[in-house]
């Protein structure tokens, strides 16, 4: 099964509102990385989150780790249009060396 | 500073023939990772290589798939006897000297193969 498992799968918003996403993984990890996926292309790498930390920003993103859940959630504030995309979640997990494992990903639709 | 080039960006192939995909990483990457994407999925591990080495082939299908990474050239993904089953969407991604703990990985634009 998924190392992590997103939810939701889909969102839809209207620009300007905020969107969270959410990420749960099973087992111990070393950090927990937030990609993006536009359609059709390839993945861009957003925030990195040691398993010792538990939150981090990024301009408009704010990732929260809870490690005692296993659970991860990504904010994105003030959304816009061009954030539209599907959004993964990937762990390094402990002892797993440099491999990411993904989740299933959440599709995020923000409409004018 | 270019990116992490793929070639090609699409691959038609039929049954039986062979699939080569070419991964060239970012300059300085000394790591080179391998994923597939079926359609509406999340990425999945293949082969993680370092030059002329292969680090860890977990995710790789016992047979038919093989990896590489020479010491000159591209990393190469070779699909032998391909089936429609693996039609999908490969990445390729690189980054540079590990530290141990796992770090950002910088992805190509993928290889999107279609098997007929």
């Known amino acids: 099964s998924q190392q992590g498992e997103e939810d939701p799968q889909a969102l839809s918003i209207q620009e300007g509102e905020n969107a969270t996403m959410n990420c749960s993984y099973k087992?111990?990890?070393?950090?927990l990385q937030w990609y993006r996926q536009n359609s059709g292309r390839g993945l861009v790498h957003l925030i990195l989150?040691?398993?010792?930390?538990r939150e981090k920003h990024s301009g408009r993103l704010r990732v929260t780790l809870d490690t005692s859940k296993k659970s991860s959630s990504l904010l994105i504030t003030a959304s816009r249009a061009a954030d539209t995309a599907s959004y993964f979640c990937?762990?390094?997990?402990?002892?797993?060396?440099?491999?990411?494992?993904f989740g299933t990903g959440t599709q995020l639709k923000v409409e004018l | 500073n270019a990116g992490v080039m793929q070639n090609p960006r699409h691959l038609v192939r039929r049954r039986g023939q062979e699939a080569r995909l070419r991964c060239s990483p970012m300059?300085?990457?000394?790591?080179v990772y391998w994923y597939r994407q079926l359609p509406e999925e999340g990425l999945k591990f293949m082969v993680y290589?370092?030059?002329?080495?292969?680090?860890?082939e977990s995710g790789m299908p016992k047979e038919r798939f093989s990896a590489e990474f020479p010491k000159e050239g591209p990393s190469i993904l070779r699909i032998q006897q391909v089936v429609r089953g693996d039609s999908a969407a490969y990445f390729c991604?690189?980054?540079?000297?590990?530290?141990?703990?796992?770090?950002?990985?910088?992805f190509g634009p993928g290889t999107r193969l279609t098997v007929l």
């Open positions: 991604a690189s980054s540079p000297l590990a530290l141990g703990g796992g770090d950002e990985q910088f």
């Open positions: 087992t111990s990890i070393n950090n």
């Open positions: 989150i040691r398993s010792n930390e």
């Open positions: 990937a762990t390094v997990i402990t002892g797993g060396g440099n491999k990411l494992t």
């Open positions: 300059k300085g990457h000394s790591h």
């Open positions: 290589l370092q030059k002329e080495n292969i680090i860890d």
